[in-house]
Structure formats: structure tokens, C-alpha cells
């Protein structure tokens, strides 16, 4: 037991660790230095204004040096000149700054920007095809959906096609600054909407899960993994990472979870599958569903093992052994894609980001991961990851002390027997293309080997056509006198 508490400590996170580090009681998240949406966005407006401050003020500085200097070099003669200049330089500076900051912050504008066509960027027909086809399809299911809401839904629809239009014209902002428009264009659109039903959280909730889901699914391939951040790089990172992780085992973790019991076992399957589905969504929403279903099915099999309910401190290292064994495709991508654009009440609170701010304890665990937190000394660690030893059998050292019989997993067999059956087809198919083959060479080999029968027959006995005579009808014949005589007919008396 003291062993068990001993490898947990190097996984352990608490509870309070996952809230917000400004004490508000919400959900924090690494991305965000441990803050909470709502926190964070107000110290990112905080220390973005006091930049452009502190900028301002520098360009005023760097604008007297240069005046200074240059007053001193041509006299008092053209000073007054020059100062002219440099106001009207200084105005010109001032007013692109102010224009600049409201491009960052302003969520619509009156006037849409031309919209250029991306370059270098050409997806796949089938792709494109389904992307076009999804996108339409959300479309016209948003259009039903405001339908419900008449006149505000009209203004509604207004205002999210306008926001659209303006953020194709912004493909040069960072991440930050496209997030922070699409926060400010949810939270102004939030305050409204919350006047209009008069408070009730459920149907703006409502009505905001609905314009995430038009929103996000048509700007989804200008701010997933944009290409002014490193998550691809960092997605390179954690795959290569949780690569050389494959030794680990669900022991070394402290995971309760037994799969040699069947539904644990499929409970662990449908995990995997749930987590790795997340690449395929394309709404913030959808994806936090998968991280959602993939942590409810590793609950359940916590509770399968332990025959009680599953605790927080045992769904962790659950969630780590998961993603290791499936290894997400781009999980730093949907992880900061999900930060970025999620309505923000869905991270701060509720189940949702509950098991979201797990996600990312998960994956900042991985990438820290060491021989203490595994309860491995160094050496045993090293040896592991460059595949020297194996923590089944560490056969380096004649050590046999920590190999364990493979536990016999229902899927596993189920795999192995599958693999077996496709194998045995292969050597049937096998067998049968080169029986057809041959009955092919035979068919195309018959025809000729006929031939040459025939010709071998003809040659040993020629055949000699004799001429044929055709006599006359009413020619003497000597044979005729053979013939019977012709039958006459007999009458009979009455």
C-alpha cells in the first residue's frame, strides 16, 4: 500500500490545483498561466493596453530625441519647419496605432474587408467536398433554428454573417488577437441576448451553442492551427513524446483499472476511440463532447474494478494511461483550438471543463513525465526510453524480478485471433491466384496443342477425298430389278 501512495505522489494533482490561480472558483488552464477565461481575458486587456501605452510613449520619446537632434545639426533656421513635419508625422502615428488597436478588439466592423484568396493551400476534392457539404448543412440548420426566435433571430443571423465576413479579413492577426474577437463578439452577443429572454441562462446557453457551432464550423480552417503559432510543431512534440512512452505500463501508473475484465476492457476501447475522434470534429463544443464521453467511459471502468465510485485522485492517471495508449493525433492543436474559441462559460465550469482542464493536466504531465513520477530510478528510466530494457523483462541485468505474464486481454485475443484468421486467408488467396494462374496458362496452351494433334493425325493418315458421281433420275439402273414390287391395292367383296 505505502508503494501505491508512493507512485501516486508523483502523479498526484489536487483538486485545487486545477481551479483559478486569482481564487475566483473557476476552472484555470496551463494555456492560460493557470487563470480562468474570464480572468484571463482582463489581464490580457490589462497588459495589452498597458503596451500600447508603453509604446505610445516610447515613439514620443524616440520622436523628442530625434527632434532635439535634429534641430541641433541644420540651426533655429529650419526648426520651425521641422517641427511642422514631425507633428504632422506624430499625428499620422498616432491615428494608424488607434486604427491598428481597434482592428485587434473590434469584433464586427460596417465595412468588410476585400477577401483575399489563401495561397499555397489546396486541399483534396473529396475534402473540400465534405467541408462544403458540412458547412452548408450547419447553414441551413442554423436558419431553422432562428427561424424559432423570429425578429431576433433575424438581427442574430445579421450580425453573425457580418462577423464572418469580417474575420476573413483579418487571416494576418496571431491567435491571440482571432480569439480575443471571437470572445468579445460571444460576450457582446451574450449581454444582448440576455436582456432579450430576460435572464433565463438556458436559452441564451441555448442560442449560444448554436451560433459556436455556424461560427467555428466556417472559420474553422482559417484559425485551427494557423500558421503565425508553433502547434503543429508542439503537436510534432507530444506525438514523438508519447512514442517513446510506449513502455509504460498501466502498473507504473497506479491506474485502477482491470482489463482482463471484459467490460473494462471495452470501457478502455471506446475511450481511446473518443479521444482520438476528437480530430474529426470541427465545433469547440463537439470536441469537449469527446473529451466528455472518452472521461465518462473511464469512470465507468474505475467503477467496474473497484466495485465503488471512482474518485478524482483515480481518474487522472486513468486519463494519462488513455492518452498514451492513443496518442491524438494534433492534441496541442485541439487543446489550444478548444481554449481559443470555446464559449467560455463551457471551460470555466460544469462537467465539461472539469475533464477538459484534466486533458491538460494529462498532457502537461506527459511531457514533464520522469523516472520519479513512475517510481523508476533514473537508470531504469533511461534504459527504457532508448529501448535497451524492457519493463516486462529486463533481461540487461538478468533481472526477471519485475516481468509479469502478459495479462490476457479479451480484445488482444480477439485481435490475435483475427490476425490469425487474415493471415490463414492470405495463404489461401495465395494458393488460389497461383492455381488460377496456372489454369490460365493451361486455357491459353489448349488451343495450340489441339492443333498440333490434329496436324500430327492428318500426317500419319491422309485423308483422300474421292470425286463423286450424281447419276441421272431416269437412268437404267441394274438394281432396281431388287426392288420390291409395289404394293397394289386388294378390294374386298362385300
Known amino acids: 500500500m505505502s508503494q501505491r501512495t508512493e507512485r501516486r505522489g508523483g502523479i498526484h494533482v489536487d483538486q485545487s490545483d486545477l481551479l483559478c490561480k486569482k481564487g475566483c472558483g473557476y476552472y484555470g488552464n496551463a494555456a492560460w498561466q493557470g487563470l480562468c477565461s474570464k480572468c484571463w481575458r482582463e489581464e490580457y486587456q490589462r497588459v495589452r493596453h498597458q503596451q500600447i501605452q508603453d509604446d505610445w510613449a516610447l515613439a514620443a520619446k524616440l520622436q523628442r530625441e530625434e527632434e532635439a537632434a535634429y534641430a541641433s545639426s541644420h540651426g533655429a533656421q529650419t526648426q520651425s519647419h521641422s517641427q511642422s513635419t514631425f507633428e504632422e508625422k506624430k499625428t499620422n502615428e498616432k491615428t494608424r496605432k488607434v486604427t491598428t488597436v481597434k482592428k485587434f478588439f473590434s469584433p464586427s466592423s460596417r465595412t468588410a474587408p476585400k477577401k483575399e484568396t489563401p495561397e499555397g493551400k489546396t486541399p483534396s476534392p473529396s475534402i473540400?467536398?465534405?467541408?462544403?457539404?458540412?458547412?452548408?448543412?450547419?447553414?441551413?440548420?442554423?436558419?431553422?433554428?432562428?427561424?424559432?426566435?423570429?425578429?431576433?433571430?433575424r438581427e442574430i443571423q445579421k450580425q453573425c454573417r457580418?462577423?464572418?465576413?469580417?474575420?476573413?479579413?483579418?487571416?494576418?492577426?496571431?491567435?491571440?488577437?482571432?480569439?480575443?474577437?471571437?470572445?468579445?463578439?460571444?460576450?457582446?452577443?451574450?449581454?444582448?441576448?440576455?436582456?432579450?429572454?430576460?435572464?433565463?441562462?438556458?436559452?441564451?446557453?441555448?442560442v449560444m451553442d448554436q451560433v459556436e457551432k455556424y461560427i467555428m464550423t466556417r472559420l474553422y480552417k482559417s484559425v485551427f492551427c494557423?500558421?503565425?503559432?508553433?502547434?503543429?510543431?508542439?503537436?510534432?512534440?507530444?506525438?514523438?513524446?508519447?512514442?517513446?512512452?510506449?513502455?509504460?505500463?498501466?502498473?507504473?501508473?497506479?491506474?485502477?483499472?482491470?482489463?482482463?475484465?471484459?467490460?473494462?476492457?471495452?470501457?478502455?476501447v471506446k475511450a481511446i476511440t473518443d479521444v482520438i475522434e476528437m480530430d474529426s470534429k470541427r465545433v469547440p463544443r463537439d470536441k469537449l463532447g469527446c473529451i466528455t464521453r472518452c472521461s465518462k467511459q473511464i469512470f465507468s471502468a474505475i467503477r467496474t474494478t473497484k466495485n465503488e465510485p471512482a474518485s478524482a485522485d483515480d481518474f487522472l492517471p486513468a486519463l494519462i494511461y488513455i492518452v498514451l495508449k492513443a496518442n491524438p493525433p494534433r492534441l496541442q492543436s485541439n487543446i489550444q483550438y478548444i481554449t481559443r474559441f470555446c464559449n467560455p462559460s463551457r471551460l470555466m465550469s460544469g462537467e465539461d471543463g472539469y475533464y477538459f482542464t484534466n486533458l491538460c493536466c494529462a498532457a502537461a504531465f506527459i511531457e514533464k513525465l520522469d523516472a520519479q513520477s513512475l517510481n523508476l530510478s533514473p537508470e531504469e528510466f533511461e534504459r527504457y526510453m532508448s529501448g535497451q530494457a524492457s519493463p516486462r523483462c529486463?533481461?540487461?541485468?538478468?533481472?526477471?524480478?519485475?516481468?509479469?505474464?502478459?495479462?490476457?486481454?479479451?480484445?488482444?485475443?480477439?485481435?490475435?485471433?483475427?490476425?490469425?484468421?487474415?493471415?490463414?486467408?492470405?495463404?489461401?488467396q495465395k494458393t488460389l491466384m497461383e492455381a488460377a494462374q496456372s489454369l490460365q496458362a493451361d486455357l491459353l496452351s489448349w488451343p495450340a496443342g489441339v492443333q498440333r494433334e490434329v496436324d500430327a493425325v492428318l500426317e500419319k493418315y491422309p485423308l483422300e477425298v474421292l470425286p463423286r458421281t450424281v447419276s441421272a433420275i431416269d437412268d437404267n439402273d441394274v438394281d432396281n430389278d431388287n426392288l420390291p414390287p409395289p404394293l397394289t391395292p386388294q378390294v374386298f367383296a362385300g
Request: include cysteine; glycine fraction near 4%.
Open 394 to 428: 529486463n533481461t540487461s541485468e538478468g533481472d526477471w524480478s519485475r516481468a509479469e505474464p502478459p495479462p490476457t486481454n479479451p480484445v488482444l485475443a480477439q485481435l490475435n485471433h483475427n490476425l490469425e484468421a487474415l493471415s490463414g486467408l492470405s495463404s489461401r
Open 226 to 268: 494557423p500558421e503565425t503559432t508553433d502547434d503543429e510543431k508542439k503537436d510534432l512534440a507530444t506525438q514523438n513524446r508519447i512514442r517513446a512512452l510506449h513502455w509504460v505500463t498501466i502498473e507504473m501508473l497506479c491506474v485502477s483499472m482491470d482489463e482482463e475484465i471484459p467490460e473494462v476492457s471495452e470501457n478502455v
Open 162 to 206: 457580418a462577423f464572418i465576413v469580417n474575420m476573413s479579413g483579418k487571416k494576418d492577426l496571431g491567435a491571440d488577437e482571432l480569439s480575443e474577437c471571437v470572445q468579445d463578439f460571444y460576450q457582446n452577443l451574450s449581454d444582448r441576448l440576455i436582456g432579450h429572454f430576460k435572464g433565463s441562462s438556458e436559452s441564451v446557453e441555448q
Open 128 to 153: 473540400s467536398h465534405r467541408a462544403s457539404f458540412d458547412t452548408d448543412q450547419v447553414s441551413k440548420d442554423f436558419a431553422d433554428f432562428l427561424k424559432n426566435l423570429q425578429k431576433p433571430g
